[in-house]
């Protein structure tokens, strides 16, 4: 058994190192985790790394493959919260920049090199609350949504480019305890929105969601989704992304964590657990593993499909 230094049974980390906002997808067959890099206190990472695995259990690191500072001439730090998609065999990187800013930046392979837009898809101000977790999510007629915010949340179909979007058309609201990180996934015709209330400092920092029959709403709430499990070492469960197995209906959470142990709002990890969609439509509350890959996702091989978000 590993020990780690404060005497405690060291617990298996996903990825070594600290890290958080996961966005976990599929792009032809494989599975790609981008994450904020994590470990300062003041949250001031300055580029992006991308993670590929083929079953969730062994994992590729492929390096930095955006950085503020050598690829923009508007941003130089805060990066946070990235989250990709495909189209058209491009790969479109959204992310968090000078702690109230939305980019976007462009690559033709899902590990980059990534080209910046040039300036912020979203700048400080915008839009009522902070411009902060961008997340995208691709319905199935193929029309793609970009949500995010910080105290008020906003959603927006984005255009064809998938680096525009017509401003007369964002939705915003406040979903009950609403935080931060909005997420859209839909499963058959119900729509599936979910949020992380409370600081990410703070231990109880979760996830709550809701359903509705469209993207837009109107939302009904059922409450909280994910949270800490004290008893296992286990807190400040949030900042989350859901991504279906293609050609299957298994589902995956992924979402950040302290670090265990010790571990602070500053020095988090990552985990992934099934996520289980119930057949009155609902979501059941998922129980977070003490080992961040839970032994049963190693049976997740993912067969080839162009992209899954």
Known sequence: MNISNTG????PTLIEGYYADPHLCVFDGRFYLYPTTDGSDSWGATSFKAFSSPDLIEWTDHGVV??????????????WAPAVSERNGNYFLYYTAEQENIGVAVASSPTGPFADLGRPLIAEGDFPGRAIDPNIFVDD?????????????????????MTSFDAS???????TGFREAANLHRRGDTYYLSWSENDTRDENYRVRYATSTSPFGPWTEHGVLLEKAPQWGIRATG????VRIPHSDDWLIAYHRFAIPGGTGYRRELAIDPLLHTDDGLLQKVIPSREPTVRDLATYHPKTEKASN
């Open 8 to 11: 405690e049974p060291a617990v």
């Open 66 to 79: 955006f950085s503020l500072p050598e690829h923009t001439h508007w941003a130089r730090e805060h990066a």
């Open 141 to 161: 007629d193929g029309a793609a949504y970009l949500c995010w915010g910080n105290g008020i949340a906003h959603t927006v179909p984005l255009n064809e480019d």
């Open 169 to 175: 058309r964002v939705i915003s609201w406040i979903p």
């Open 239 to 242: 900042h989350h992304s859901i």
